[in-house]
Antibody, heavy 115, light 108 residues
Framework: QVQLQESGPGLVKPSETLSLTCTVS????????WSWIRQPPGKRLEWIGY???????NYNPSLKSRVTISVDTSKNQFSLKLRSVTAADTAVYYC?????????WGQGTLVTVSS | EIVLTQSPGTLSLSPGERATLSCRAS???????LAWYQQKPGQAPRLLIH???IRATGIPDRFSGSGSGTDFTLTISRLEPEDFAVYYC?????????FGQGTKVEIK
């Protein structure tokens, strides 16, 4: 059974770059789409974007100018970079596998944007 | 952008009762690409239903999904204690995937 685990700093300063990595275990990252989703405190889930194992991407237009998702198949990992963060980017960030819907999720990691 | 509106915001029911949750889309969801997730406090969402009516692997048959176009429903036939949680719908029929705001099913 595939498992996903997010890792990265829990605190990021305003205007800096948020960087997270998702490690996939129990299965190969190949032949699937992978996604990042976030949930600000008390708010609904927001899809950030996805990447195919080959590297093609699709981003939420509201975040597209600040987001980069990349993949490293040799490490079975994919990553998120969100530039120029503000307090509004404070959220629990999830990585997930895409099979149409999101059929496997990481446990999530809280990232707080604060000085 | 397809906006998903869930109702009611909170559903207060007793174990053994039937729960009916609604998800309405601002425009038609292509291919009935509509999913339902369950989320408990401090946990990631769990996929229950995809393709509007297909139960995900390991999901009990008391959970069922229906609907098409702009109106979708999640039904829990008999609530078990572990079913009290927040439920989200999500559409993946357009290039911008979106979620509803959630329905909380609480113990009455």
């Amino acid at each position: 059974q595939v498992q996903l685990q997010e890792s990265g700093p829990g605190l990021v300063k305003p205007s800096e770059t948020l960087s997270l990595t998702c490690t996939v275990s129990g299965g190969s990252i190949s032949n699937y789409y992978w996604s990042w989703i976030r949930q600000p405190p008390g708010k609904r889930l927001e899809w950030i974007g996805y990447i195919y194992y080959s590297g093609s991407t699709n981003y939420n237009p509201s975040l597209k100018s600040r987001v980069t998702i990349s993949v490293d198949t040799s490490k079975n990992q994919f990553s998120l970079k969100l530039r120029s963060v503000t307090a509004a980017d404070t959220a629990v960030y999830y990585c997930a596998r895409v099979q149409g819907s999101f059929d496997a999720w990481g446990q999530g990691t809280l990232v707080t944007v604060s000085s | 952008e397809i906006v998903l509106t869930q109702s009611p915001g909170t559903l207060s029911l007793s174990p053994g009762e039937r729960a009916t949750l609604s998800c309405r889309a601002s425009q038609s969801v292509g291919g009935s690409y509509l999913a339902w997730y369950q989320q408990k406090p401090g946990q990631a969402p769990r996929l229950l239903i995809h393709g509007a009516s297909i139960r995900a692997t390991g999901i009990p048959d008391r959970f069922s999904g229906s609907g098409s176009g702009t109106d979708f429903t999640l039904t829990i036939s008999r609530l078990e204690p572990e079913d009290f949680a927040v439920y989200y719908c999500q559409q993946y029929g357009s290039s911008l995937w979106t979620f509803g705001q959630g329905t909380k099913v609480e113990i009455k």
